[in-house]
């Protein structure tokens, strides 16, 4: 049987491996059904068998044979006199199977069919490329430069498919050479011109969560979760890290003995600040940790307008900010609340504190550490916030905050 030059369109659909056999059978299938639609009107009496290995295939007409003045459908009944000229021992009844020569479609309608093909195995191509890549969005994955251009950078990844690197998704100190493998996160699969294009990042704080997953052997089992990240990529970056044992330290474990864990992705990310921090639903304490390596002297924070008013000493306020802001910027995302930085005013400077530790004679030691876990290290730190908001804060009984407060009111007072 003629293969009419489909051998090419067949070798396609075996090199996409991504394309199953059962869907191979159909396209091709529905394609020579069309044909033979257009020339007979119908398809119900055809099979079209397909043999992928060799690259050919059979339509095979099948007709039941009648008596000569009763053939009522040709495309489905044939006449005795007809059938016994194919093989003299046919008898009314039995089916005429015969095979169909492609060539009697037509050259026209020959190349059609190839071009319907080849176009059918295109778009299952893509269709198979874009699930494949839709459904590993957020992985990391290695891939080979092929071109390097201005706006973006062309890779390849293990079966030919092109994946694209935009300038914008690139870290600032990015330096690519074609032929290197470079790593990056599936960030999304685009439409252009019908056809799919896979973006990669290097940008994307989900670039730096995976790289913890690979680093960090307690993040990717489950014992430490990445609670959020934000990144000014090539400058800082700061990873809010908890821990469901007691037993592990998120930070330590993240950051590894003398920074070992952490090294490794400083030097993938072009040496970017990675500031790994405990995370807390202790507004204040969050806030104080988002701002390494700035010390806090005292904040007021306004929960209704996501607003925070944070007083530093002189020394303090610049490293608070960081270079270009972008310090105080992370923070911000960070913790969700606006932080306005002030410098400590001569009059706050002169207002006298007391170290919580100073009261020990009065208050219980379980009682200050209680104050201490939640920020609240000096006197008047503990008075600035409200009877309410140390009572949500701490684990402390109303009774007990009532009297500590009025214990440091009183020394205060005399103070004064």
């Known amino acids: 049987m003629?293969?009419?030059?489909?051998?090419?369109?067949?070798?396609?659909?075996?090199?996409?491996?991504?394309?199953?056999?059962?869907t191979m059978m159909k396209v091709v299938e529905d394609v020579f059904k069309t044909l033979l639609r257009k020339k007979y009107g119908s398809d119900e009496n055809f099979d079209v068998i397909v043999n992928a290995e060799k690259g050919d295939l059979e339509i095979i007409r099948?007709?039941?044979?009648?008596?000569?003045?009763?053939?009522?459908?040709?495309?489905?009944?044939?006449?005795?006199?007809?059938?016994?000229?194919?093989?003299?021992d046919f008898e009314i009844g039995e089916e005429l199977?015969?095979?169909v020569n492609i060539y009697d479609f037509g050259r026209r309608a020959i190349l059609a069919a190839k071009q319907t093909?080849?176009?059918?195995?295109?778009?299952?191509?893509?269709?198979?490329?874009?699930?494949?890549?839709?459904?590993?969005?957020?992985?990391?994955?290695?891939?080979?430069?092929?071109?390097v251009w201005k706006k973006e950078v062309l890779l390849l990844d293990e079966e030919g498919n092109e994946l694209i690197l935009p300038k914008t998704e690139q870290?600032?100190?990015?330096?690519?050479?074609?032929?290197?493998?470079?790593?990056?996160?599936?960030?999304?699969?685009?439409m252009k011109n019908n056809s799919p294009v896979i973006i990669l990042s290097r940008t994307s704080p989900l670039f730096l969560a995976k790289l913890l997953e690979i680093e960090v052997p307690e993040i990717f089992d489950g014992l430490i979760t990445i609670k959020k990240i934000v990144r000014e990529p090539g400058e800082r970056a700061k990873v809010a890290v908890e821990s469901f044992d007691d037993r592990i330290d998120p930070v330590g474990a993240c950051v590894g003995m003398k920074g070992s864990r952490i090294h490794g992705i400083v030097r993938e990310l072009k040496n970017e600040n990675i500031d790994v921090i405990n995370f807390t639903t202790n507004t204040q304490l969050l806030i104080q940790r988002s701002l390494t390596p700035a010390k806090i002297s005292f904040m007021n924070i306004d929960n209704d307008r996501k607003r925070a008013e944070v007083y530093l000493q002189a020394d303090q306020v610049s490293l608070a900010i960081g270079r270009r802001g972008v310090n105080i910027k992370l923070a911000s995302e960070l913790t969700g609340f606006e932080l306005d930085v002030y410098r400590e005013d001569e009059e706050v400077l002169e207002e006298f504190d007391i170290d919580m530790d100073e009261f020990i004679d009065e208050i219980e030691p379980?009682?200050?550490?209680?104050f201490k876990r939640v920020g609240c290290d000096t006197g008047r730190s503990v008075l600035k916030l409200s009877a309410e908001e140390l009572e949500r804060r701490t684990d402390l009984e109303k009774e007990t905050i009532a009297d500590v407060r009025r214990i440091l009111q009183e020394e205060f007072d005399k103070g004064e």
């Open 2 to 22: 003629a293969s009419i030059n489909l051998i090419e369109a067949f070798q396609e659909f075996k090199d996409a491996e991504s394309i199953d056999r059962p």
């Open 62 to 88: 099948r007709r039941e044979i009648r008596p000569d003045d009763d053939v009522d459908n040709p495309l489905a009944e044939v006449s005795y006199s007809d059938a016994i000229k194919i093989e003299p």
């Open 97 to 99: 199977l015969e095979e």
């Open 117 to 147: 093909l080849a176009s059918r195995i295109n778009d299952l191509k893509k269709n198979a490329l874009v699930k494949k890549y839709s459904d590993r969005i957020g992985e990391i994955m290695n891939a080979e430069i092929y071109q």
């Open 171 to 190: 870290i600032p100190q990015d330096f690519f050479k074609k032929g290197e493998n470079i790593r990056a996160v599936i960030a999304r699969v685009d």
């Open 366 to 370: 379980w009682i200050i550490d209680e």
